[in-house]
C-alpha cells in the first residue's frame, strides 16, 4: 500500500462522489458513478483485494451503468433536484 | 441505439456504422474471456460471478449496437430463463448430490465414495461446477435485466 | 440550493456527526494487512495452509467461496435469481 497513490485515488473518488450527486445531468451522473466504481477498482486492486476488483469492474463499471442508463431511458435526463 | 440516439439528440447515421462494426469485432473475444473468467477461476481471479457478468455484457453490447432483437437472436428469451433456473439447480444438485453420497451439504470430497479418485479432485470439479451454475445463472440474470429495464418490458426496440 | 430548507441543514449536520462518529469508531481497527489482528489470527492461517491441498484450487479466494462457505455463494446466487425473477415478474408484459 503506496500512501501517494492512496490519497490520489481517495481525493478522486470523494470528487466523483459529490460530483455525482450535485450533476444535474442523470447521464453525466450515471458516468460519473462509472468512473467511481473504476476508482474504486482501483483502491481494491491496490489493496490486493484482486477479485473484489475484479467484481467491482466488471458488475460495478460495466453492467450497472448500462443499467442505469436503461433506466434513464425511461425517465427524463433532468433531474429537478 | 436508434432510440438512445433519439432520446439524447444525437442524429449521426455515420455513428451507429462505426458501432456496429466495433461491436461485432469485439463481442467474440469479450464472450471468450467471460468463458476464460469462469473455467480458469481455479488458478487465477474470477470465478462464475464475474465470468457470468462479462458474457451477459457480450450480450448487452449486441443489444446496445444493434437492437433487442439481435440480442434475443443469439439468446432466446426462453433459453433465458431455462438457464436461470438451470444454473441454480446445478449448484443445489450439486449439494444435493454430495449429501445423497453420504457427506454433508456441498461437502463435495464425499463423493470419493461413488467414485473412487480422492477428495481433493472430487472438491476441485465440485467447485467448477458450482461456478458453471453461478455463472450461467448471472448470465442470463443480468441479460434480461437489460432488457426489460431498456424496453420497459415490452421486449421490442430498445435502447 | 439557494432555498436553503430547515430540512436539508438537519440532513447535513447529521450526515455529519454520523460520519465523525464512524471515523471515530476506525481508530479502534487493527492496521492494514496485521498479521495479529483477531480476523487473521483463527481461521485465515488454518485456511492459508490447508486450502491448496484440500481443494486443488490454487486461488484461495476460490477455495474459500466454492467450497469453505458454500452456502454464502449459493444463496447469492439464489439472490440474484429471485432478483432476476421479481423483475421480470413486475415489468415484462406478455407479447400479444
Known amino acids: ?81 | 441505439m436508434k432510440r438512445l440516439q433519439e432520446h439524447f439528440e444525437v442524429h449521426d447515421p455515420n455513428l451507429n456504422l462505426i458501432i456496429q462494426t466495433s461491436i461485432r469485432i469485439l463481442v467474440p473475444f469479450v464472450q471468450l474471456f467471460g468463458l476464460y473468467v469462469i473455467v480458469h477461476g481455479h488458478y487465477s481471479p474470477g470465478g462464475g460471478f464475474q465470468g457470468g457478468v462479462i458474457l451477459g455484457a457480450s450480450f448487452i453490447l449486441m443489444g446496445v449496437g444493434y437492437d433487442l432483437k439481435k440480442s434475443m437472436e443469439l439468446f432466446p428469451e426462453a433459453w433465458n430463463i431455462a438457464m436461470a433456473n438451470l444454473g441454480t439447480t446445478i449448484f443445489v444438485g450439486t449439494g444435493l448430490v454430495c449429501a445423497a453420497a453420504g457427506g454433508l451439504f456441498l461437502d463435495y470430497g464425499a463423493l470419493s465414495n461413488w467414485i473412487g479418485i480422492e477428495p481433493a479432485a472430487w472438491r476441485s470439479l465440485g467447485i467448477f461446477a458450482v461456478e458453471a451454475g453461478v455463472g450461467f445463472t448471472v448470465t442470463s440474470v443480468m441479460l434480461s435485466l437489460f432488457w426489460d429495464l431498456s424496453s420497459r418490458g415490452e421486449l421490442d426496440g430498445g435502447l | 440550493m439557494n432555498k436553503r430548507s430547515p430540512l436539508k441543514i438537519l440532513a447535513l449536520c447529521s450526515t455529519l456527526i454520523t460520519g465523525a462518529l464512524l471515523l471515530y469508531g476506525t481508530k479502534d481497527f487493527p492496521a492494514w494487512g496485521d498479521p495479529n489482528s483477531p480476523a487473521s489470527a483463527h481461521l485465515s492461517p488454518h485456511i492459508i495452509e490447508n486450502a491448496a491441498k484440500t481443494t486443488n484450487a490454487p486461488n484461495l479466494v476460490t477455495a474459500v467461496l466454492g467450497d469453505y462457505r458454500g452456502y454464502d455463494t449459493m444463496f447469492e446466487t439464489v439472490v440474484i435469481f429471485c432478483a432476476g425473477i421479481a423483475v421480470t415478474a413486475i415489468l415484462r408484459r406478455p407479447r400479444s
Not at chain 1, 6 to 18: F, P, R, S
Not at chain 1, 23 to 36: E, P, Q, R
Open chain 1, 1 to 81: 500500500m503506496i500512501w501517494q497513490f492512496d490519497l490520489l485515488i481517495l481525493t478522486l473518488i470523494v470528487i466523483c462522489a459529490i460530483g455525482a450527486l450535485s450533476m444535474k445531468d442523470l447521464l453525466s451522473a450515471a458516468i460519473i458513478f462509472g468512473i467511481y466504481s473504476f476508482l474504486m477498482c482501483l483502491l481494491w486492486a491496490e489493496m490486493g483485494a484482486v477479485d473484489v476488483a475484479f467484481t467491482e469492474a466488471s458488475v460495478g463499471a460495466g453492467v450497472s451503468t448500462i443499467l442505469f442508463i436503461g433506466a434513464i431511458l425511461g425517465t427524463s435526463r433532468r433531474s429537478k433536484d
